[in-house]
């Protein structure tokens, strides 16, 4: 039923849905989606406009209820996951600058929330998880800047960075790199690369995988409310042609084919 990239993947799936059926008011949006993903994998959801990506992934953090089928997180159903702390999600176009007078740093420091808890004062842990989030995406000379100054990418950058400092083992993004500029799509695959090269899984809904795709070692489309492919990530028009194209794939060893998206 489904396809891994590499069979050196743990068996029990970080992530699963199985038979997932959601829709909004009368308009059934994803009709029967099934897809696991195993620790250490890097799946890109890809899909036309409206196809039901972001849709896809709600569905999995339980933002949409679920009209048939089931979600597992971490091997416990939804229902009954609790370890919310293992899970960093940066949702599509939240807009960390809206309103919010908050520096770089304080928007950070509060992805420790879930692990510290409220009332606990952060500790030399918290710290250092919020200078090394900021380190990854490259805004550890921006901490204190008021997020509302910063440049769209750089706010994306912020959340992202946000998510990581709560040290999750997966991490659920949503159109990360969507409208970045090239420099922060640069330093974002820097940072979702340390992260998996500490075991972090990741699920991330994209149109154009950039920088990513040497990162993606499994894509997923969705079309017409079900999972049109699941394998290899699709190769950019001309990209074997380009001459730096070294042919260096390293999370996925054999020649992917290309994929029709649209
Ligand atoms: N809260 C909602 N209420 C009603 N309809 C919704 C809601 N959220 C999404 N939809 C509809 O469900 C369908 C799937 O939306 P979804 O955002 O999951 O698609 P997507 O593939 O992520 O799209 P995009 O690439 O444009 O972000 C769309 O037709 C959308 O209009």
Redesign the pocket.
Known sequence: MYVTAEPVFSAEPVVEIAHGVVG??D?P?LRDVSLSAAAGEVVAIL??????????I?AILGL?PLRGGTVRLFGTPLKRFRQWRRVGYVP?RLGAGSGVPATVGEVVASGRLARRGVLRPPGAADRAAVTAALTAVGLAERAAEPVATLSGGQQQRTLIARALAGEPELLVL??PTAGVDASSQTAFADALRGFVDTGGTVLL?A?ELGPLQPLINRAVV?HDGKIAHDGAAPVPAGHHAAPDHDHVHPHAPEEPPGVCLT
Do not use: C, F, I, P
């Open positions: 909004y008011a308009r949006v899909g036309a406009n409206g196809s039901g990506k972001s849709t896809l709600r949409v599509q949503d159109e809904v149109h969705v």
